[in-house]
């Protein structure tokens, strides 16, 4: 009779308000062991069956599988493992349907491979473990796939996020989501890409992009391209989880490191960047003791480490170390302006852009006047880069009506008011052109 | 969301802590905190020293009474917290649920509070802010 014991509460779950509840808590306790195991289990099954796709559906299955037992059996003591076993049962009896004796050979050999020959233990090496979700990241991230489908493919597989999640994060149907997944997981199959760490001479170019997959999560969470919230914390916050993950499974690089170190720094003035009205504050109007001193404290940290490592800083680590000045400054005045134009003039050096020289431009009138800064302005403007760019004209207007040339300080502030999309930047700027 | 284990243990537990393998205990708690860090939730933590080393202030009368050593009658005693990031209570739980303890101890779990959980507009919140920025610009 114990299978009419397990099923009493399955059946009454479908009948009454109160056992809705329940249900909702099985699918919830589910999720949240989803989040923490979904990249373990999905590398493991990877490695078990040889393609990403595949091995997501069958997890997939599996977590279906832990929905309809767990509310009556309970969580299981170790529940990567059941979910990844349940999921490797599945995949062997569709090889068996199938007849295809080719593929289970291949598996099994892959997982006398992963248990280094002496399958007895039946416990995975850990560090096994790490090296397969590395893998899976890399291959999340492969470039094969376009930028839309890397980011939703990561979040899934690594992150385990539903396709519901995902959409929100990039607001856009989950029908989208679903879509890209779908076709990122063909896509992968059909270019045969191995479950592999990338080899040297392409490393740091995937590396670059696994990262970058990250910051553009991290950036749609506090710079959206629409939407009505002008931070939505929990998405950055989940890039800045996953970061912390690559950074743990690569503890040689600094910049995942510097990534981290970024984000955790950018992330820290969250709390002052919105006002009641839900407008944005910028950067020199914050009330800086809304920013997260522990927060801060954590970058600092990862930017430290990422020093240590002693191979000098790349594009993240000197991002995060302008990201430091401003964290570490108490007022706008007594920042290390000085130290911020260095670190602008070293990025645009290895990561030339006309944002980047705007940036520094605006950085050099703090550090040593507006006349200086609008030398580099006008280089811009003659260069023609940012022509449709509000920034440009609305930073030159502030350097001009400093300078006192304040007929044309108020042409550039107009200028700027007719480039932008945003209302109330508009606002703001016709206001200080009015009051030149 | 933010969460604090706050890990309690009673006399018992302590005790039978003692009697461990104090390598095994670290080499245990080492893999625990790792695989937090491995999985980018662990935010922070501190381990306690000996509850006998502190002291208590008790507000029960005005002004309040400094006493040696733990709380008198509590069968309890807090040794330590972890800060994690997580999704919501149900993956705080199961993160706590993997935490190497045996039986007498216990993991508090509680949400920590956020700016969003205060009224904006308070001005005693905003000051707080305020102090708590001076202090820690004192300590730097």
Redesign the interface.
Do not use: P, T
């Given at each position: 009779m114990p299978e009419a014991d397990a099923a009493g509460p399955a059946v009454t779950a479908a009948s009454g308000p109160p056992d809705e509840a329940a249900a909702e808590r099985a699918r919830r306790a589910v999720a949240a062991v989803w989040r923490i195991e979904s990249a373990r289990v999905v590398a493991a099954l990877t490695r078990f069956v040889g393609d990403v796709g595949q091995a997501e559906d069958l997890a997939q299955e599996a977590v279906v599988e832990a929905l309809r037992q767990w509310p009556a059996e309970g969580v299981p003591a170790n529940p990567g493992a059941w979910l990844t076993t349940v999921a490797k049962r599945r995949a062997i009896d569709g090889w068996r349907r199938r007849d295809r004796l080719d593929e289970r050979y291949a598996a099994m050999a892959r997982d006398l491979e992963e248990r280094g020959g002496a399958a007895s233990d039946g416990l995975p090496d850990p560090d096994a473990v790490d090296d397969d979700v590395l893998r899976l990241i890399f291959v999340a991230c492969h470039p094969v796939l376009s930028r839309e489908a890397q980011i939703a493919l990561t979040l899934r597989v690594v992150g385990g996020l539903g396709s519901d999640e995902i959409a929100r994060a990039f607001l856009v149907p989950t029908a989208t989501v679903q879509q890209r997944i779908v076709r990122a997981k063909k896509t992968l199959a059909a270019a045969k890409v191995p479950f592999e760490v990338p080899e040297p001479n392409e490393y740091a170019a995937r590396l670059a992009a696994v990262l970058q997959v990250l910051y553009l999560v991290f950036n749609e969470g506090h710079l959206p391209a629409s939407g009505a919230e002008w931070v939505r914390a929990d998405v950055s916050n989940e890039a800045l989880r996953l970061a912390r993950m690559v950074a743990g499974l690569m503890p040689r690089e600094p910049e995942a490191l510097s990534l981290v170190a970024l984000m955790e720094l950018t992330a820290a003035r969250f709390p002052a960047r919105t006002a009641p009205d839900g407008t944005a504050i910028p950067l020199d109007a914050q009330d800086r003791t809304r920013w997260d001193r522990a927060q801060i404290g954590r970058g600092r940290a990862a930017l430290l480490k990422a020093d240590g490592l002693g191979r000098g800083r790349g594009a993240y680590g000197l991002q995060a170390g302008i990201a430091e000045c401003h964290a570490t400054a108490p007022t706008v005045d007594e920042t290390d302006w000085a130290q911020i134009v260095l670190l602008y003039e070293a990025l645009g050096r290895i990561a030339p852009s006309p944002v980047v020289e705007l940036n520094r431009a605006a950085a050099i009138s703090m550090a040593t006047g507006p006349a200086s800064a609008l030398a580099v302005v006008d280089g811009l403007v003659a260069g023609g880069a940012l022509a449709r760019y509000p920034a440009l004209p609305a930073v030159r207007g502030e350097l001009l009506a400093r300078l006192g040339r304040t007929d044309e300080a108020r042409a550039e502030l107009e200028a700027a008011a007719r480039l932008t999309g945003n209302d109330r930047e508009r606002e703001s700027l016709l206001a200080k052109a009015a009051k030149l | 969301m933010k969460y604090m284990l706050i890990m309690r243990s009673d006399d018992a537990a302590v005790e039978a802590y003692e009697q461990l393998d104090f390598n095994e205990v670290i080499a245990a708690m080492g893999a625990y905190n790792e695989s937090l860090?491995?999985?980018?939730?662990l935010?922070?933590g501190e381990g306690l020293t000996d509850a006998k080393e502190g002291f208590v202030v008790d507000f029960d009368s005005t002004p309040p009474v400094v006493t040696d050593g733990p709380y008198g009658e509590t069968k309890e005693l807090f040794n330590g917290f972890w800060i994690i990031?997580?999704?919501?209570p149900?993956?705080a739980?199961?993160?706590a649920k993997r935490c190497p303890l045996g039986p007498g101890s216990k993991l508090e779990v509680r949400r920590v509070t956020e700016?969003e959980d205060f009224p904006?507009?308070n001005e005693w919140i905003?000051k707080e802010?305020?102090w708590?920025?001076e202090l820690?610009?004192k300590a730097r």
């Open positions: - | 860090i491995k999985a980018g939730v935010l922070g990031q997580a999704s919501g149900e993956e739980a199961e993160w700016l904006q507009d905003q802010a305020g708590r920025e820690e610009g």
